[in-house]
């Protein structure tokens, strides 16, 4: 199967645009607080996720913590895919498919150690998906992903083999590395943010060594 491809904290719709002819499966806006350069205002992205193909999944990046607030964010932005970027009560996930029928549910977990295979039976039951990044979401300045960090790829490919669900894997990712990250991880979909962007913006030739590389792995 054809490993998906996501480009992260895009920033507008020309980027949007920029990331689809590149070869984009999937968008990624991020609208967690404390806001920050890597932020999108919620009412941009509500006015470019309707002008975005049906075929392309956009999603909503939420540091949320209750159903009803990830509820009320994806409703304010119109995504239809939501990626819970920090832990949350399982209670609270177990809402989430009643009250967002229809859109994907994305749980991440930040891969510090073997601890993260933990979270694969407590989160599976509710969600579509999982997304394996390298941020610190509990630290006293949470780190949500985009920290441009691989982490251990072995826990990553161990928890791929253990899981119910897709398993997307981002963190650190880059042209030159994410062919061997799918060889070692196997993962059903590739997650990128700083790997494509020179200071701060889009770089069609990066976003084009990427999707090659990406499409290379494949053939082995």
Request: hydrophobic share 40%; proline share 7%.
């Amino acid at each position: 199967m054809q490993t998906q491809i996501k480009i992260c904290e895009i920033a507008s719709l020309a980027e949007a645009r920029l990331a689809m002819d590149a070869g984009a499966d999937a968008l990624g806006f991020v609208c967690a607080r404390p806001k920050s350069p890597r932020t999108i205002d919620e009412r941009l992205v509500a006015e470019i996720a309707p002008r975005i193909p049906q075929t392309i999944t956009t999603y909503l990046l939420t540091s949320e913590l209750t159903a009803r607030g990830i509820v009320d964010h994806v409703e304010r932005t119109g995504t239809s895919a939501v990626q819970i970027l920090a832990p949350i009560n399982a209670e609270e996930s177990r809402l989430l498919p009643r009250l967002l029928p229809g859109i994907r549910l994305v749980q991440v977990i930040h891969v510090e150690d073997e601890s993260a295979l933990e979270h694969i039976e407590r989160y599976a039951p509710d969600v579509d998906a999982f997304l394996l990044d390298s941020g610190k979401p509990m630290s006293p300045t949470p780190e949500y992903g985009g920290t441009g960090r691989t982490h251990d790829w072995s826990v990553s490919a161990e928890f791929v083999r253990r899981s119910p669900l897709p398993v997307a894997l981002a963190g650190g990712l880059t042209p030159v590395n994410v062919r061997e990250a799918i060889e070692s991880v196997r993962p059903h979909s590739v997650d990128v943010y700083s790997g494509v962007r020179t200071l701060g913006a889009l770089d069609q030739e990066k976003l084009s060594e990427f999707v090659h590389a990406v499409r290379s792995a494949e053939e082995m």
